[in-house]
């Protein structure tokens, strides 16, 4: 099946600061790269996603990049701001309708105030 | 208020004892999607459905049951549950009708097996 990777597992980043986290996946069929976050003893709720037709997407402080070629897509968090400390996992999604997913370990993100 | 809702949101048990996890949504989605989250793995995919009476495995199917006789309910059965499955365990929720990808989840299930 499918295997997605995700670097760091954690980052430490001065308020204001960019933040980068990278996921690899291993199989090309993989169509739909969504990103959740999930703060302290909450639910993951989706950030930004990308399907595979798509290089880049932005959404204000958040963008996201797909590599097909290289099999991997990354997230961007511009002027981070203590809010965004949470952790963040990276999935990969296979099917028609994106119906199987494998997600990453998981980036736990610390913005210092 | 749309939401996914989970029951119970913590449950203590010990080996064997059959037990039921419930998952429901009042948003009428189609897909709906179980996973279990274990520290340093991320989010692990158990079962997921597409509609009624269509359900296929994820990644981590084995020791689990699912079943979809109703588009609101999408229960997880532990047959005979073991350590192995202490877990927090996610429910989610997709409209695909309205062509949208985003899943919703719901609270969460803390369940821990002695």
């Known amino acids: 099946g499918e295997n997605v990777e995700q670097h760091p597992s954690t980052l430490s980043v001065q308020e204001g600061d960019s933040a980068v986290i990278k996921c690899t996946y291993s199989?090309?069929?993989?169509?739909?790269f969504p990103w959740y976050k999930q703060e302290l003893g909450k639910r993951p709720q989706l950030i930004i996603d990308i399907r595979s037709n798509v290089g880049e997407k932005k959404d204000q402080r958040i963008a996201v990049t797909l590599n097909k070629t290289a099999k991997h897509f990354s997230l961007h968090i511009t002027e981070t701001q203590p809010e965004d400390s949470a952790v963040y996992f990276c999935a990969a999604s296979i099917g028609l309708l994106f119906n199987k997913f494998y997600f990453g370990s998981g980036t736990k993100l610390n913005v210092k105030p | 208020e749309a939401q996914v809702t989970q029951n119970p949101r913590y449950l203590i048990t010990v080996t064997g004892k059959k037990l039921t996890v419930t998952c429901s949504q009042n948003m009428n989605h189609e897909y709906m999607s179980w996973y279990r989250q274990d520290p340093g793995l991320g989010l692990r995919q158990i079962y997921y459905s597409m509609n009624v009476e269509v359900t296929d495995k994820g990644d981590v199917p084995e020791g689990y049951k699912v079943s979809r006789k109703e588009k609101r309910n999408f229960p997880l059965i532990l047959e005979s549950p073991s350590p192995n499955q202490t877990s927090l365990y996610f429910c989610a929720s997709t409209p695909f009708a309205e062509g949208r990808s985003e899943q919703f989840f719901g609270p969460g299930t803390r369940l821990t097996v002695l």
């Open positions: 199989d090309s069929a993989s169509n739909y």
